[in-house]
Structure formats: C-alpha cells, structure tokens
C-alpha cells in the first residue's frame, strides 16, 4: 500500500477539489459576516502559509493565536500548518499572567492577533519575533504573500497545540500531530459519533481557542460540510440568529451555553425558525436530565459526548439523539462509547485511563509526567461506569469524590439530582472535614430567580435515589459559584473556602 | 501524541469490549446457519491464531483460505492476521490451473478448505505444508489451541492479500496491510459513505474470496454491528430469506446480484418482509437507471459506489440515497465521490489515476508496473468525468472506447442504454474494425425469456440519447455472453470473435 501521510493538507485540499463553493461563514469581531467558500478559503491558508514561509518560519515553530471564532481563525488552523509550523490558540478567558507564562513556555515565535484583543495582547506583554494583527496587518501579509512551495509534512509533526489546566494545576501544553488530526476527524465523523455528512452545515459553539474547537474546523473541511463561525459573541440571541440565519443542522457546545439558548427559545417562542433537523452534540461537562427534556421540547435532538484537551479533544460520543435513546431510559444521558481506536480500562478507584492515536503521550516539555500510568495510558481523572451498551457514565472526578465513613460518595450525582429540582438554577457540592465520618458532603445552591430554598423538600427529594448518609447535611444558598478560567465550578476554591 | 498503530487487533477488540453480545449469524455451506457473537468470534479468531502460531506459522507467512461467506471464514479474517498472517482468500470461481498458478505465486504455506470444496483443492493440486480441512480439523485446531501470547503487530505489515485480473492479463497479487484496512474501514463506515451504525444489521452478497468482501468484516467489527453471512449460496431466494429472516439494514453486491433479487420481489409480492430501512450499495459494475426506479418501487433505497481491488477495495460512494438525490437527476447513477484521503485527477485520454493510504504502490513480486504512473499514481484504466457535486461517472474502460472517425464511443453508455428496454437482459457493445471508420461499434444482445428482437424500435429509443453515429450498426442476438473469471463481459474475446 501506498505510504501516504496523514496530513492536514490533504483534507483541505480535498475541500478545494470537490466542494470549492460550499460556505464558510464567520461572524466578525466587529459583528459583520463574512461570506467565504472552500476555494477562497484554500486560497487564503495558503497564503498565510507562504507569507510566514516568507517570515521565516521554520518547522516546527509555533504561532499563537489571540482570536475569536472568526474567519482568520480558520485561515490559520490549516495555514500555519500548512508551513509546516505549530498553531497555538491563546484562550482569551485566561488571566494575561497566566497568559504570559503560556506564551514564553511554548516558545511562541510569531503571533495573530485580532485588533480587539490587542489590549489584552499588550498585558500579556510576552515579546515575539513578529506580532501580526488582524486584519490590517494580516491582509497586508497575505496579499503579499507570493506563491512559495509548501513544505512535504509528515504525519507525526507537530501541527496544533492546546494548553488545559483542568480543575488542578499549572497550565499544560498538549501537542497534536497531523496524524493525530486527521484520525480524529475520520473518527468524530462517524454515523455513530457527530454523523456528519458534506449536506449539514455545522455552527461550533465551542471557542476555538479551546480544546480545539472539538477538532469540527478540520473535520468540516474533511467532508466538505458548510462551516459557520460565531465570531466573538457566544450569547444566546447571536447564537440563535445564526443558528436559524444559515438553517444550521448541526452544533455542539458545553450544556451551560445550551442552557441559556433554550432559556431564549422558551421564553420567545417562535422568534427563530430553526433546522427541523437540527442536532446538538453536548460536552465538557456532565448534564442533567432536565436539560434533555428541554431540549425535546423544542424539537432538537441532542446527544452526550466526553472529551479531554489530551484526546484532540474527543474520546467518547452517545449514538443516541433524540428521545427514541436505544438501550432505555437514562441511555442518552451518558457520555457516551469510547470512539474507535480509543481503548479504555480503569485504573485506581475507578479511574478512566485512555490510549490511542489521538491521545498525548506527554504534555509540552515533560511537565506532570503522573498524568500517565507506568504502562502508557493516560489518566483521565474521571471516575467512570459502563453499562450493558457500552456507554460510559462520569460518576465523579478523582479528585472529587466525597469519603464518608470509608465509602465514597459522588458529587457530581448529587449536583445533576439538585440540578433537576425547579428552584436550583447551579448546585455545587463538596467535601468539608468532619470529625465523625472524616469528610460529609455539602451543597452550595444558586436558586432561579424569585425561587426560596427549601432544604427539607431537597433532601426529601434526593432521598428518593440516594441513601440518607450519600445526601448533604447541609444545603447552603450562595449568590454565585467561583469559577475557572475554563468555566468549571472552581472546586478548590470552594473546598478552601469552606474547610 | 502515542505511537498507537492502526492493527486489525484494535477493531477485534473493540468488538470483544463493546459489543460482545452483538451476532453474527453465517449460513454454513451445509445450509445450517450458524448463530455466533462478537465475544465468541474473538475468541475462536484468538484460538485460530494460536494454532497457526503453534503449527509454525512465521510473520507475513500466507494462509490461503479456499471458504465461502461462512463463519470460518470470519475467524480466518481476523484470526490470520493475529498470528501475523497474511490471509489469502482464493476466489473459487477461477480455472484450478489459474488457481494453482496463484497459489504458487503466492508461495501460500498453509490451507484453510472447506470440506465441500476439497474437491477443487485437489484439481489445484499444489502442495502446501499444512490443509485445514473444515470443519473437522479446522475444529481440532481450536479445540487444542492453547493460549499463546500473540505477536505485536506493526500497521505496515501485510495483513490480508487478493488476486486480481481485472479483463486483461495475468492474475496479479494485491497485499493489505494493517493500516489501510483500518483507514479503509473508518472511512467506508462514514455517513456519506456505507453509512454503518453499531444499530445496523449488515448482510455483504459480496463473496470473502473476491475484493477482500468490500472490507465490510474489518468495518463491522469496528462499528460493532450485527454481520450476516450468507455462505455458499447467492441465490435470490437464498439471499431474500437471510434478508427478511434477519432484518437487514444495509447490504451491498453487484448489480447482477440485485436485479435477480428484484426479478423476485417482483414474481413474489408480499413473500419476504425486508426491513423498511434497508438500503443497498452497488459496485463493482455501472448500473442502468431501470435498476434503480425497480429498487425505488420495492422501496429500497440504493447508492452506487467504486472501487477496485488495487483499492482495499471502496475508492467512491455516493452519498445519494434513494430518489429524492441531491445534485438532480441522474445524480445517483454516478460512481460516487472520492473518499476522504483518496485523491483522483486525470491521466491520458481522461483515464482516472489515483493515490492514497488504502491504494496499492505495486503487485506481489513486482508484476505490471506499468499500472503505476512514474510519479507513483495507480491507473485505474476507467476513464471518468465529474460533475460540479464532484460525483464521479465512469464513462468507460480506457480499453474499452470505440474509435469512429475521430470520434471516441462510449460503449458502457450504449449497454446502460440498452440494459433498459424491457425486452433485453444482457448487453455489450464492442468495437468491430471498419474501412471507412476506422471502428464502429456492435451490439451483442441477449433477450430476455419470451422477447423478440427489434432493432430498429432499439435504434430509435437510443437515438433519444445519442448521435445517429454514436449508435451502433447492428445489434446481433446471442445466447449468452462470454464471461472472465470474476464474471465480467469477456470484451477481449468478443473482440478477437467479431474482428
């Protein structure tokens, strides 16, 4: 057989053959859409490619980016590989000093950035060989760009990084190789995972400059499937007029931005006229039931996924949309089967450790090498659970589970319970010291809006699926949650706050 | 990220982890159907390996298998390249001279035969170290198979082999590795492609022995649906009780297959009950649009694909399903689109050339290098055009143009044509040497049962589609048409007979 490299240009070559007038549309920072296509698009990475071949770029060099889901972005998940260098997103939600030591721990060589973060750029205050700013100066590079041959890429290049603090830690650099991009994208297309086909047109909701943005730019321009962009603006009412504008048939994000367009949806019903096929790919987070019937109520069709920043991003996909979910009820609720190529075993208390093409093997420069077993996996921090399917159910992260009297207890099934009940609008809960049991859960509530606490009906109410010693003793209302640069409930600050 | 090699091993597993429960069911050549599971197949495919391994067998050593579509013949698809093996299916249907010449050239060191084929084992006549009769001895060698730990397979290794004719020359030896099988079934699996869900019940009427059974064992155990088998007998009726008796979702086979299905769906209304989601993949052979309106009036959605041996073997789907084809009409006549990391352009006299991960670089032992371009590309002797959907329609063989004056004809188009007038069942036009032309085509006709020949009505019809001077001169009635081994028209022949 022939030897022939998994390489990101193949894939966006392929869009340039064979879908060169399939869309790609991007909101802009400055709130105007830019309409473009497969062949505009193949152009444009190609010159971004040769005007940092001009630049100097060498292989392996890595190009941060501090942008928003706009169509520079897209230039430059093809383009900077295309030169053979390394596309690095900064995650604008970071601190600019935990920024700054991202920067100057991967190296950064060159950087793109967009006119509307240039702020943010200058606190970062990390010097770079060459700082490219959108779009003046990045249309000037690329209407000088002349053709310039590409580099021959081999699989196992360094294509794209990621950095990922998780809930613990400093941030780490997670390095993805060509090969490793292009398996994802065959793998995440897959019937059974995010099914898409070149007729769906697909809207991330997940920032680009996170988690890879689930890996979807690639895996559009795999199958050749219309691309649209959200620009900056991640808030439900964008959302929904992009949504229903484009007639998008396909679109993912972490249940806390879903959460907030269904509150759109219900409370201006029929304002937006939606796909009737419509699908939404949910992940980053477990989510609870409630959701799903929301969801159902509106007519569409959702399903779970996992991933991780160190799996390019994603492991596992529920095959179940919609209500119908094969293998009963609670089916679709879980995170899904582990991808193919993806093997899975449990380690230490249950722990999810993973191998696979598309899992790290390390993070950038040997940092936290305990993040692998002796052996190669990765741990996942997860704690998980398979049923007859083989789906995977999060029961808890390692570091978040609640020992009570030598048995363990699962945080994140009592915050999903507390999650279903009316009045509870975001529920954490952790583990505080006892002197009796050596640790009892407490739950931290935010009601909805003109809601009262009622601790005795909560606990009533949980009861019903839980022993009386798994429930909090108590149930605290607070104003707000911490949170991570990520978005995560900020676990450890709480557990500080209230030890 | 990790060196994780895409092996056979990988998909098995898969199958043995997730869906252990999952059947697959196998008509036996004694007609007695055989109900296994993926827990019990990965354990006589690991039980199979280690009886090759204990029985001497060395890594890349071939086994040949002389099987039909039967439940040993699974394990060897698996258990084979477990041990390092390369599986070698001998396609039962060749002249046992032309077998013995492959065996031989193939330096296969081990047999597996079926009892009911032992007959034609003998006719071939080649030694071999060791026959595995099945089932007798075949069962032996599970029963005392020990464990033994199996080698560590590299995805470069050979995996699996097949001979080919194509309509001209010698038998030439297309060896599988790991890698492009594994590529080859995630791609194939993709929706715009077979479209296969672990939910799906798959029945390939493709033979094991012939074109590596369209990969569609590697790519069930992947998805981890159910595989039906329909071992020695590829008759309509024999196919339809399978059909309806399992509830098939999806199958594949030639067009020749199919339409004598259809002759019996439509002799026998309402006699077998099929799935109302069945869907069919046609390859290996142009299909008439008469063909697909009897699938659309049977309500069986059906697609077209492309491929060749030389391709492990899938090369082009259409993702058209059904009437309702996007792209107009006449869409989903087409071959179909190149699949992802297949990449096609255009060689001499329009000729398709191709390259990719699941595409030959050479034959066994070296043989026609001439099918390789001297850049490295396979050609794949059809010539093709393709339309703005990027859909692919095989306009003809490149040996297989009639030359008329300058002028080329294309002879598929005139047999598709002609395959569509009720009174004819078989077709094929070649080109006859004429003083004035140079060349001119024939039509060779075979009516069907009870239909009179009417030439003149023929012509006419064609000249709805065609010039007068594309259209052939005579149409000559024959009983039967010459067929190669692997049961193509024999043009080569016709033409040798015609000159």
Known sequence: MMAYPLTLDRLLERARRWFPTTGIVARQPDGSVRRSDYAAWHQRATALAGGLLQAGLRPGDRVATLLWNQSEHVDAYFGVPLAGGVVHPLNVRLHPAQLA?????????????????????????????????????????????????????EENAAAAMAYTSGTTGEPKGVVYTHRALVLHALATALPDAMNLR??????????????????????????GCKLVLPGAAFDAESALQLLAQEQVTFSAGVPVIWDRILDALEQHPGRWRLHPELRVNLGGAPAPEALFHRFDRQGIRVHMGWGMTEMSPVGAINPN????????????????????????????????????????DQY?????????????????GDIVAFDAQGLMTIVDRAHDLIRSGGEWISSVALENA????????????????DPKWQERPLAL??????????????????????APWQCPDRFLPVAVLPRTPTGKIDKRALRAQFA
Do not use: K
């Not at 060459?130 to 000088?144: G, H, N």
């Not at 979910?325 to 190529?341: M, N």
């Not at 449990?346 to 790290?360: C, H, M, N, Q, T």
């Open 101 to 153: 030591a991202i920067v100057r721990h991967a190296g950064d060589r060159f950087a793109l950035v967009d006119a509307s973060l240039l702020d943010l750029w200058r606190e970062i205050g990390v010097p770079v060989e060459r700082v490219i700013v959108c779009p003046d100066a990045y249309e000037a590079l690329l209407a000088t760009s002349s053709p310039t041959p590409l580099p021959t890429l």
């Open 364 to 380: 950038w420069g040997g940092a936290a090498p305990e993040a692998w077993t002796a052996d190669g996996w990765l741990r996942t």
């Open 418 to 433: 507390l999650l279903g009940l009316p009045e509870i609008q975001e529920a954490a809960v952790i583990a505080v010291p």
């Open 198 to 223: 070149a007729a769906d047109c697909v809207l991330p909701l997940v920032p680009m400059f996170h988690a890879n943005a689930w890996g979807i730019p690639y895996t559009a321009a795999m199958i």
């Open 321 to 360: 949309f919609g209500p119908g979910a094969q293998g009963g009820h609670g089916a679709r609720l879980r995170q899904g089967r582990l991808l193919p190529l993806i093997e899975g075993r449990a380690g230490d208390s249950g722990e999810l450790e993973v191998r696979g093409p598309w899992v790290a």
């Open 445 to 466: 509530i935010v009601l909805r809006p003109g809601a009262a606490a009622d601790p005795a009906a909560w606990r009533r109410s949980l009861e019903q699926s839980f």
